[in-house]
């Protein structure tokens, strides 16, 4: 996940590839809270790892829970309709799908609880479905603004001789967690009533779909009455699987659409969802059709290829998909016309007032956009312009507005806050990188060059990590190569050249945490040794091998940017970098730092003798033929005597952001 403070994303021209979607929150966080109220034991298979389910999980376990949870699969030891831990404070983030359903859940089982969460959850609506259990005696006061969380529960006198009323206008969450709650005390009939219209019915659709699997048959009455047998009880199923999300998938649906458009490619498949699923926002792909994408669909997969461009202008009533309706928004930018988009009114109480935000973004981009209580309009950009999106801590919103890197004037976008995309999908950049491309000249650079012992490499490091880009070590590739050839049984010389050439256009290199990895060996220590140094200078006399790294470096310029650092980076390997910095540290100074560093190690040195080693290697460095030591023309020189890293990085990141358009 890029944990940074921002994402620049440079302009996408293209994409292609096989997408593997998390598993669906909807439906995680559900049968997690199922298998919790049943008796015995239930597998969870491919269960969705994100934000919102660890707090499903840490809520469980503070409930007395047994819960064995590794990567997508979690073993749940059920309460069996009670909860352990009569007593608990329980933190629900920003996690709907955690907050209303253990409401109603521990409301009936009583005990003495508060439940709480981030700033905006507490602002998201929760007084009807309180109302709703106020109704059947449950005892709930509010520790803050009426209506909204932070709550008390505690156990109050239940009665269940009338039907139950609850507001279905407002968000479909509230009815859903009656009829997860409600089962635990069914011992007579139970009725529930929805008063006004039902939103997100489909959300429904999938809480009953899993009652079933669950042991417990719901009858219903259109969208008005729902009933709970008498002597209804949960029942474990033993395994269950996850689908992927359908929410997810409409950012690669709508990516297929826009973006996979050469002739000949198999466009952009999606496994472990299809057109069989339960998920309401499966009907996406029926929006996605009207707006011209080619989707063949089978039970499990899709297939996505543009077809019609530019993209459809709509006006569709997108009550069934509400989620995914947002990305309809953003393909929107790509019509052939003012799209409208209908009946949304859930989208004010989710985890930001998204109608409001979304209009908000959409203009940042150049689009006209009319918002209503319930319905967005937006008319493609006249002129494309380009800003710091803002995402509001909504996951949603981030990965929307991803798609606007399509966008036909070649700009990048800035997504704040990436890391929101934790709450369903974590990996959900690094997922739409590997599907995507671009030209390689829009992939930004930022070349750190510099004499030995500069802080070349460390600041590099550091600003790699603050963008979120790749990193490349130019530094450790001779070294790397030696030892791959070492490793391969090569002698070293102008007899192997050719084939240490070939080993060398294809090492399995990368940089990862501040280490080095030929393939997965862990080589930072081991190419710092002597030895290995004076490898590296055999290696870079064969000219051959030389070419071939170059070749390799270029290999390092992928989406979403590349941070370098060496000697030459911004004068022979990527001349045309973004940002080409040279590092001017005196000799003295990197001197006594290289000395510091020794000593620290407990390696004897003196810093007179440093000082002259590195003189003499600057020397032999600015004189070489190939490649000589040396700022680019349009370098900025950036002199680190006296600065800190830090303080090296945050002069970086200064001149990079000169650079941007935003």
Request: with cysteine; hydrophobic share 45%.
């Amino acid at each position: 996940m890029f944990d940074t403070a921002f994402l620049d994303i440079p302009a996408l021209t293209g994409a292609g590839g096989t997408v593997h979607l998390p598993g669906s929150k909807s439906i995680s966080n559900r049968v997690l809270l199922l298998a919790a109220l049943s008796e015995g034991r239930t597998t969870v298979h491919d269960l969705l790892a994100s934000d919102d389910t660890a707090v499903m999980l840490a809520a469980l376990r503070q409930l007395g829970c047994g819960v064995d949870a590794s990567g997508s699969t979690a073993v749940i030891t059920g309460l069996g309709g009670r909860a352990v831990q009569q007593q608990a404070k329980l933190y629900l983030g920003n996690a709907g799908t955690a907050m209303r359903p253990l409401t109603a859940a521990l409301a009936l089982l009583g005990g003495d609880f508060e439940l709480s969460g981030v700033p905006r959850m507490h602002e998201r609506p929760i007084g009807d479905l309180v109302d709703a259990l106020r109704g059947l005696g449950c005892a709930i006061d509010y520790l803050g603004e009426d209506g909204f969380p932070p709550l008390h529960i505690r156990t109050g006198q239940l009665v269940l001789d009338a039907p139950i009323r609850v507001r279905g206008d407002v968000s479909s969450q509230f009815l859903t967690s009656l009829l997860l709650a409600l089962p635990l005390v069914a011992s007579r009939e139970i009725s529930i009533e929805v008063v006004g219209e039902l939103i997100s019915r489909p959300y429904v659709e999938i809480t009953l779909n899993l009652l079933d699997r669950f042991g417990i048959a719901v009858q219903r009455e259109g969208w008005q009455r729902f009933t709970i047998p008498a002597g209804s009880r949960y029942r474990s199923p033993g395994d269950i699987h996850v689908e992927g999300d359908a929410s997810s998938a409409s950012y690669f649906i709508a990516l297929g659409a826009i973006g996979a458009w050469a002739e000949g490619q198999k466009g952009i498949e999606i496994e472990g969802l299809g057109e069989a699923s339960i998920q309401g926002d499966i009907h996406f792909i029926e929006a996605a059709r009207q707006m011209g994408a080619r989707i063949d669909a089978s039970a499990n997969s899709l297939r996505i290829r543009r077809g019609a461009w530019p993209l459809k202008a709509i006006a569709l009533d997108c009550n069934h998909i509400p989620d995914a309706a947002m990305t309809l928004a953003v393909m929107a930018l790509y019509a052939d016309g003012t799209s409208t988009l209908r009946n949304i009114a859930s989208w004010r109480v989710k985890e930001t007032d998204r109608i409001a935000a979304m209009a908000c973004e959409l203009r940042k981009l150049g689009a006209s956009v009319e918002e209503g209580q319930d319905f967005l309009k937006v008319t493609p950009p006249v002129l494309w312009q380009t800003a710091p999106i803002h995402t509001y801590d909504d996951h949603r919103v981030a990965m929307c507005f991803s798609l606007a890197a399509f966008n036909p004037a070649r700009l990048p976008v800035r997504i704040l806050d990436p890391r929101c995309v934790g709450k369903t999908f974590p990996d959900y950049f690094e997922t739409l990188f590997s599907v995507t491309r671009t030209e390689p000249e829009l992939v930004p650079v930022i070349c750190i060059d510099g004499p030995t012992a500069s802080g070349k490499g460390t600041v590099a490091a550091v600003v790699a990590q603050k963008l979120g880009y790749h990193f490349l070590d130019s530094g450790a590739m001779y070294r790397i190569t030696a030892l791959a050839a070492t490793q391969a049984g090569l002698a070293i010389g102008p007899a192997q050249e050719p084939a240490i050439a070939a080993l060398a256009r294809q090492l399995p290199v990368r940089f990862a945490d501040g280490k080095v990895f030929l393939g997965n060996q862990d080589v930072t220590e081991t190419i710092r040794t002597e030895e290995a140094g004076m490898n590296a200078s055999r290696v870079s006399a064969l000219p051959s091998v030389r070419l071939a790294l170059v070749d390799l470096q270029h290999g390092f310029r992928q989406l979403p940017g590349l941070v370098a650092d060496g000697r030459d980076m911004g004068t022979v390997i990527f001349p045309d970098a973004a940002l080409k910095i040279f590092l001017t540290a005196s000799a003295r100074q990197r001197a006594e730092r290289r000395y510091k560093q020794l000593i620290s190690k407990g390696i004897s040195a003196t810093l007179g003798g440093i000082q002259q080693d590195l003189e003499a290697r600057d020397a032999r460095d600015m004189s070489r033929q190939a490649a000589p030591l040396k700022p680019a023309d349009d370098a900025a020189l950036l002199d680190n005597s006296e600065l800190s890293i830090e303080e090296s990085v945050a002069q970086v990141l200064k001149l990079w952001q000169g650079t941007r358009p935003f």
